[in-house]
């Protein structure tokens, strides 16, 4: 895995021509912080998850993260950073593919909406939602990759912090779902909820069958 200080070193070559407003490098690099990124990753291994949905690419430090530590993943940036910088999504996703190359990244597809998913992949367990946070967008976000979802699955929200990102969780514990706030230092976040709906199994213990103790032998007693 490639260290830190090469990730930002690959981003900026790629990205800083024309990058109007995204900051690579510092305290929030894209669309998530290193602390952000760090726990996502930790959770992943933790938990074993192989196959992820991003939504919202950004300037893909959160994908880069996130392609180290899945098998599968596929990032749909719903065309905001071709919106944001003023370039046609296709020339911006040809600096994303060299840059994924450059890092050794071989397991991201790139998607410009949900709706280019296939419909036949429904072994997604991980998804992390920082698109739009728009009133809609949120919500409508979530309700998209139900389609794709296994059945233990885990879902990050980012920028909580926004009324309409919580707005989407609350609609989502209505629904059925759990959720817990990730608690960060709070210069090192914008926000952010994990959601699941499955149970965990709870582990049986073992069971030993035809167990033979040994007589315990006395024990004299010194006059």
């Given at each position: 895995?490639?260290?830190?200080?090469?990730?930002?070193?690959?981003?900026?070559?790629?990205?800083?021509?024309?990058?109007?407003?995204?900051?690579?490098?510092?305290?929030?690099c894209g669309s998530i912080?290193?602390?952000?990124?760090?726990?996502?990753?930790?959770?992943?291994?933790?938990?074993?998850?192989?196959?992820?949905?991003?939504?919202?690419?950004?300037?893909?430090?959160?994908?880069?993260?996130?392609?180290?530590?899945?098998?599968?993943?596929?990032?749909?940036?719903?065309?905001?950073?071709?919106?944001?910088?003023?370039?046609?999504?296709?020339?911006?996703?040809?600096?994303?593919?060299?840059?994924?190359?450059?890092?050794?990244?071989?397991?991201?597809?790139?998607?410009?909406?949900?709706?280019?998913i296939d419909e036949k992949?429904?072994?997604?367990?991980?998804?992390?939602?920082?698109?739009?946070?728009?009133?809609?967008?949120?919500?409508?976000?979530?309700?998209?990759?139900?389609?794709?979802?296994?059945?233990?699955?885990?879902?990050?929200?980012?920028?909580?912090?926004?009324?309409?990102?919580?707005?989407?969780?609350?609609?989502?514990?209505?629904?059925?779902?759990?959720?817990?706030?990730?608690?960060?230092?709070?210069?090192?976040?914008?926000?952010?909820?994990?959601?699941?709906?499955?149970?965990?199994?709870?582990?049986?213990?073992?069971?030993?069958?035809?167990?033979?103790?040994?007589?315990?032998?006395?024990?004299?007693?010194?006059?």
């Open positions: 895995m490639k260290t830190e200080a090469d990730i930002l070193k690959v981003t900026s070559r790629y990205l800083e021509p024309y990058n109007k407003g995204y900051t690579i490098e510092g305290s929030c912080t290193y602390a952000e990124a760090t726990y996502m990753q930790d959770f992943i291994k933790k938990h074993g998850l192989k196959n992820g949905i991003e939504i919202g690419t950004g300037t893909s430090y959160s994908t880069i993260h996130l392609a180290f530590v899945l098998d599968n993943l596929i990032t749909v940036d719903n065309g905001a950073i071709a919106t944001t910088i003023g370039h046609e999504y296709g020339y911006v996703r040809g600096a994303w593919n060299a840059m994924f190359l450059d890092l050794d990244i071989h397991n991201v597809r790139f998607c410009m909406a949900l709706e280019e992949i429904k072994d997604i367990d991980f998804v992390l939602v920082d698109g739009a946070h728009t009133p809609e967008a949120p919500l409508k976000d979530c309700l998209d990759v139900v389609p794709h979802l296994a059945d233990r699955h885990y879902i990050f929200m980012h920028d909580t912090l926004n009324p309409h990102v919580m707005d989407a969780i609350n609609e989502r514990v209505k629904a059925g779902y759990k959720m817990e706030m990730i608690t960060l230092d709070e210069k090192d976040t914008y926000g952010m909820a994990v959601m699941w709906k499955h149970v965990e199994p709870v582990e049986k213990p073992i069971e030993v069958k035809n167990l033979k103790l040994r007589p315990m032998k006395r024990i004299r007693k010194e006059k």
